[in-house]
Every structure is written in structure tokens, then in C-alpha cells.
């Protein structure tokens, strides 16, 4: 069963380290089997408070998958960078 993880992005309190982190995260990902299916920059709030700056969605071939990949410890590694530079939040989506 394929697994989805979406993120969505409040803010970016340090662009240049969270560039750092997207340019390390993206290759660990797909590595892993992660495939993006949508890096959206521009946003549009249509209904309810929902307001993120972006959205991100991956999806991996199940939740095994994509947890393997964000527990591993390469990503482990540049988690730091993601936490230090970013406000935001993730769910996994299971189809």
C-alpha cells in the first residue's frame, strides 16, 4: 500500500541552512524510493484556515519504506538542518 508523505511549511526562519537541508534531503529520498510528486511554492488558501507557505508531497511504496528512509542515519545527519531552518508540519497518508 503506498505511503504519502506530506509537509507543509509555515515558515523558513533560515533560508540558507534550509537550502543546505533540501539539497542533502532530496538525493537520501529518492535513494530511498521516495518519489516527489509535488514541491509547491505558491500556495493558494481556498477553504478553511489552512495556510501553509509550501507544500511538499512523496510517496513512497509503503510506510516501511518511508520511515526506513527518515529513521536512517544519513538523514539523521541533516535533520538538524531541517529543525534549526524550518517551521512546519507532516503527515503520512496511506492510499
Request: glycine content about 6%.
Amino acid at each position: 500500500m503506498a505511503a504519502y508523505l506530506v509537509i507543509q511549511t509555515l515558515s523558513i526562519t533560515d533560508p540558507d541552512t534550509y537550502d543546505q537541508y533540501r539539497a542533502q534531503a532530496r538525493p537520501l529520498i529518492e535513494a530511498a524510493g521516495g518519489e516527489y510528486l509535488l514541491v509547491g511554492k505558491t500556495v493558494h488558501p481556498y477553504s478553511g484556515d489552512w495556510s501553509p507557505l509550501r507544500v511538499v508531497m512523496i510517496r513512497f511504496k509503503d510506510v516501511a519504506t518511508l520511515k526506513a528512509c527518515f529513521d536512517s542515519p544519513a538523514y539523521r545527519a541533516i535533520a538538524p538542518l531541517r529543525k534549526a531552518s524550518v517551521v512546519g508540519q507532516s503527515v503520512i497518508v496511506e492510499d
